[in-house]
């Protein structure tokens, strides 16, 4: 985690430390008003907090739990290729027969 990814979790810890001791003194029914900038903060905060689960989602596809070994894939690929084939094949029949179909 770089600086800027560290301190945007800074910050959503101190937002969230202040939102909850202000939760703690007021009713479920009450309304909560924020300014246009404290809101403004609030979504920039969020939005860095989503990209750096992305960025780290998008890292971890890397990683050597992702990894196949090529024979292994091209054989996956393969008997996957020859399935569809059978399933395609078993449909174009299916649709013949219905097409065909005579009662006897």
């Known amino acids: 985690m770089n600086s800027a990814e560290?301190?945007?979790?800074?910050?959503?810890?101190?937002?969230?430390?202040?939102?909850?001791a202000f939760m703690?003194?007021?009713?479920?029914a009450d309304q909560v008003r924020l300014s246009v900038p404290k809101f403004s903060q609030i979504v920039d905060i969020m939005a860095q907090l989503t990209q750096i689960l992305a960025d780290d989602e998008a890292e971890a596809f890397g990683d050597a739990r992702h990894w196949v070994p090529l024979a292994q894939f091209t054989r996956v690929k393969l008997e996957a290729a020859h399935w569809r084939d059978l399933y395609s094949r078993s449909q174009e029949q299916q649709t013949l027969d219905e097409v065909f179909r005579f009662d006897a």
């Not at 560290?6 to 909850?20: D, G, P, W």
């Not at 703690?24 to 479920?28: F, H, L, P, Q, Y």
Request: aromatic share 0%; glycine share 4%.
């Open 6 to 20: 560290r301190q945007a979790v800074i910050l959503a810890r101190v937002e969230v430390e202040r939102m909850r």
């Open 24 to 28: 703690s003194g007021v009713d479920a």
